[in-house]
């Protein structure tokens, strides 16, 4: 009796089938949350070209329809009415007699993933009910959002709306007395955002006379227009206004600013010829005249050196070929190019670097700074020392370097010049404690030892043996200087008693 109560038990606890409970409508909720997140994993490969098709209902009719929605609604309050009576008449311990509740899942709902419990509406569909009544008051909106609206600011309430980022309207003031009042506001307010879009209204809705003749009067604002106009290239109005303002070297200057919107250089050649009859001073005319010039002479050196290139001829474009070309470069690059490439031309040529520094008047100290980087990058150490290499009139050489040779040294140990050729030039240094700083650090340690030599420096020569290599020839020279010292010091001492005895 017992075993078969026993499999009576595991039986109904293997079954499928539950009793009630009060539970059973949370469970069903979470199925249909699960059925819903299925049916929208499946949405990516059901296709969707069923949208075209009419959907219908199981009674027949179509899905979405008036009549279908009316049948839908009435359906679930019905019998949720029902359900509700029954409840009440019959106790909750009959559960049997539990109305089973409409479900309003349309098949074409469920395949979209649009299941949504009766019993909960959406926001969209709460406020489009029009059954519904709107108990809430209506708040009135404040009187700044009407004046907002409706733009009915003064000139200077304005100006300070747009100091806090605030949108304004311009379009109200239409007459001349209220735009210049705005401007003047403005202005009064120094804040230059402001006042350029101010200024851009005017310039907008005012004749170009009109709007010139009162800028004229008002220089910050007129200050602010043309930097406005150079900013976004509006180049003949900016014309225009310079002009009515008699400002005619900015005028020039404006106009020979356009060149360097012109690619093409023949086309760049030909306006720069033409700027040099502009009405410039006397000093930005010589510039204008240089600038032509060089480009006229870039030109020149340009076709023939890519001709020895392609050609093959020159040796030194073999070696280094060129990495850009020289066209529309600055002075001192076209200097450089010439010193790497055509040191050795003779003066009558264009490429030629004096011919560059005669012509356009280089300074010393500038022809000299790039002739050492250029020779230097081509380590051509005879050019170096011959660029410094001076003769008096007696006939006698002396280095002279119009840079200081301290300048020099540096520049050659930028190019990784050889400890020989530094020596030669720290040696040259006037000043003891520089050459000394120098030799030290570049390791130059010859020129260390004859400087404290000169010096009479025993204790600094004996701190500077330690730096030197154990056995190499500075530490040899170092010992001779010390021994040398030793022996002038006692026969210094023996002559200065000898002296004493015979007195």
């Known amino acids: 009796m017992s075993r078969a109560r026993g499999d009576e038990e595991e039986y109904w606890h293997s079954s499928k089938f539950r009793a009630f409970t009060f539970d059973d409508e949370d469970d069903e909720l979470s199925q249909l949350k699960e059925s819903k997140r299925?049916?929208?994993?499946?949405?990516?490969?059901?296709?969707?070209?069923?949208?075209?098709?009419?959907?219908?209902?199981?009674?027949?009719?179509?899905?979405?329809?008036?009549?279908?929605?009316?049948?839908?609604?009435?359906?679930s309050s019905t019998s949720s009415l029902e359900g509700r009576d029954s409840s009440l008449q019959k106790g909750s311990s009959s559960y049997a007699a539990f109305p089973k509740q409409v479900s309003s899942y349309s098949l074409s709902s469920l395949f979209k993933g649009r299941n949504k419990l009766p019993s909960f509406q959406s926001l969209s569909d709460a406020l489009s009910d029009t059954g519904v009544k709107n108990y809430a008051p209506e708040l009135r909106r404040p009187k700044a959002e009407y004046k907002d609206y409706s733009s009915d600011w003064s000139p200077k309430d304005t100006v300070r709306r747009m100091q806090r980022g605030k949108i304004c309207s311009l379009?109200?003031?239409?007459?001349?007395?209220?735009?210049?009042?705005?401007?003047?506001?403005?202005?009064?307010?120094?804040?230059?955002?402001?006042i350029t879009a101010v200024l851009i209204f005017l310039k907008r809705t005012l004749r170009r006379e009109i709007l010139f003749r009162e800028l004229e009067v008002r220089q910050v604002a007129l200050c602010h227009l043309i930097h406005f106009l150079k900013e976004t290239g509006e180049q003949k109005l900016l014309l225009d206004l310079l002009r009515f303002l008699d400002r005619t070297e900015e005028v020039a200057l404006s106009q020979y600013r356009?060149?360097?919107?012109?690619?093409?250089?023949?086309?760049?050649?030909?306006?720069?010829?033409?700027?040099?009859?502009?009405?410039?001073?006397?000093?930005?005319?010589?510039?204008?005249?240089?600038?032509?010039?060089?480009?006229?002479?870039?030109?020149?050196?340009?076709?023939n050196d890519r001709h020895l290139e392609s050609a093959g001829q020159s040796e030194i474009f073999r070696k280094y070929p060129r990495k850009a070309s020289i066209l529309n470069m600055p002075l001192v690059t076209t200097l450089f190019y010439s010193c790497f490439y055509h040191y050795t031309e003779a003066e009558g040529t264009f490429s030629s670097p004096t011919n560059l520094k005669k012509t356009f008047k280089i300074p010393d100290k500038q022809y000299v700074l790039t002739a050492l980087a250029a020779r230097a990058k081509l380590r051509a150490w005879d050019d170096v020392d011959a660029l410094f290499t001076t003769k008096n009139w007696l006939g006698y050489t002396k280095k002279k370097a119009p840079i200081g040779f301290h300048r020099v040294v540096e520049i050659l140990q930028r190019n990784n010049a050889p400890v020989q050729v530094l020596q030669e030039y720290v040696r040259l240094v006037e000043d003891v404690e520089t050459r000394l700083n120098l030799a030290t650090k570049y390791k130059?340690?010859?020129?260390?030892?004859?400087?404290?030599?000169?010096?009479?420096?025993?204790?600094?020569?004996?701190?500077?043996?330690?730096?030197?290599?154990?056995?190499?020839?500075?530490?040899?020279?170092?010992?001779?200087?010390?021994?040398?010292?030793?022996?002038?010091?006692?026969?210094?001492?023996?002559?200065?008693?000898?002296?004493?005895?015979?007195?």
């Open 258 to 303: 356009e060149h360097l919107n012109i690619q093409d250089v023949e086309k760049r050649r030909e306006f720069l010829k033409g700027c040099i009859g502009l009405p410039f001073s006397a000093e930005d005319t010589s510039h204008i005249q240089d600038h032509y010039t060089l480009l006229e002479r870039q030109i020149i050196i340009e076709a």
């Open 38 to 75: 299925a049916v929208n994993s499946l949405r990516d490969i059901v296709d969707d070209d069923d949208d075209d098709l009419e959907r219908v209902s199981w009674s027949g009719e179509p899905v979405g329809s008036i009549s279908w929605s009316i049948k839908e609604t009435s359906s």
């Open 171 to 194: 379009e109200r003031f239409r007459s001349l007395q209220d735009k210049l009042v705005l401007l003047d506001e403005a202005v009064a307010g120094h804040d230059g955002n402001v």
């Open 444 to 503: 130059c340690h010859d020129v260390v030892i004859e400087t404290y030599r000169d010096l009479k420096d025993r204790i600094q020569l004996t701190a500077y043996k330690c730096k030197v290599e154990r056995g190499s020839a500075d530490e040899e020279k170092i010992n001779s200087i010390l021994n040398n010292m030793v022996r002038n010091a006692c026969f210094f001492f023996q002559r200065l008693s000898s002296e004493m005895a015979v007195d």
